[in-house]
């Protein structure tokens, strides 16, 4: 992992320094989603039914658990685990209860009422990502918020594994989240049926959840649809970002970025510090922890793409990390709370010697399905509010109408709009 003075940089290189790892998403990967999707729209479950053998369980008959399935799957998990995901599941309902919108009504001018009202998405769809790892923490982020939106149709989809099952985990999750409908399917083909639909899967409003190269492809092409759902939020690969100085543990420092580089071979950790004596320090744990790490290959190859970086100040490693954006950024600074106000465009910030960013992957409280690939300058963290959608409505008397008519015909006529002009101008002439 290399180590970088960032004074010493020129412009370009800098750039290159925060460039992010080239995402996996070629002309031809582009194409075989789109396959995919035309795929689905045109056989449905025997579509989806081919790619999942192809992928993932060669002999699956079935892509939809019932309730019993889900039952028989949840009783084999291990007493531990399902403390740790009923522990999880209060935290993260906690913080996400307090999010619940409320309506307002406003008397903009006598005799005109304007009001904002939310409403649950009728049917969302759960992307939950399978094959190296089981996700049980991703159901969590998903269908809590869902949960407490009380959307009236959630639908939960992952990929089988060999024996064409989902884990026992992920049907915990999924009862305690009061999701029924749970479909055996992954990749680019699950995308295509929640969006388009198939005889097993209706189509849903709105899809959520992270995943590879193929899935954030046909969440983008499945978008642009003609009718097609909304998406939570463009996504590229992992990332973590640490702002330290001689008051952090080399051992922690090297710990979390470790945490994220082991995530996949594309994901990319950065530390900044004025200290050279703590980034030495942490090259050093870095390369002691790898030896005992289970993902050492993944997390090499993701440190390729990483560096250590020396900044002449912690201000400077402010201004850093707001061209970055990173997703997760951390802060290892004993007074970490006077930065908070330098550093806002971040997925999650986590604060402190003692705030670990596995600790908001599972179990804080705040949602780990975060914009990704810089996206932290113009898109939000996942919330409650993303599993609504809002509308307004207003309300004018006649005498309301009568007060704002001038300014209404007015801008009408000076945008030749005369149409709308009279319909303003037509009721006023009506008599009682």
Known sequence: MQILQWSQLSA???????????????????????DIIDAVATDGDAAVLRYTRQFDCDTLTQLRYSEADIMRRAELLEPAVKQAIDTAYQTI??????????????????????????????????????????????????????????????????????DGELSPALMYVAQKCGITEVYRCGGAQAIAALAVGTESIAPVAKIFGPGNSYVTAAKQQVAQRNGGPAIDMPAGPSEL????????????????????????????????????????????????????????????????????IQTDSLEQACTISELYAPEHL????????????????????????????????????????????????????????????????????KEGLSGLSSAIITLAETEGLRAHARAVSIRLEDKP
């Open 330 to 397: 951390s802060l290892q600074l004993d007074n970490a709370d006077d930065y908070l106000a330098q550093v806002t465009q971040a997925g999650s910030i986590f604060i402190g010697h003692y705030t670990p960013e596995s600790g908001g992957d599972y179990a804080t409280g705040t949602n780990h399905v975060l914009p990704t690939y810089g996206f932290a300058r113009n898109y939000s963290s996942l919330g409650l509010l993303d599993f609504y959608r809002r509308y307004t409505t207003q309300n004018v008397s």
């Open 12 to 34: 370009a290189e800098q750039a290159q320094v925060l460039a992010r790892p080239t995402q996996s998403q070629s002309r031809e990967l582009q194409q075989q989603v789109a």
């Open 241 to 308: 970002l640490v702002i330290a100085d001689d008051s952090a543990n080399p051992e922690f420092v090297a710990a979390d970025l470790l945490s994220q580089a082991e995530h996949g071979a594309d994901s990319q950790v950065l530390l900044l510090s004025p200290s050279a004596a703590l980034i030495d320090a942490t090259q050093a744990a870095i390369a002691r922890q790898l030896e005992v790490l289970p993902r050492a290959a993944t997390a090499r190859k993701a440190l390729t793409e990483s560096a250590l």
């Open 93 to 162: 309902n906690t913080f996400h209860q307090q999010q619940k919108p409320s309506d307002i009504s406003v008397e903009t001018y006598p005799g005109v009422v304007c009001s904002q009202r939310f409403q649950a998405l009728q049917s969302v769809g759960l992307y939950i990502p399978g094959g190296s790892a089981v996700l049980p923490s991703t159901a969590l982020m998903l269908g809590v918020p869902a949960q407490i939106a009380n959307n009236p149709r959630r639908v939960l989809v992952s990929p089988p594994d060999k």
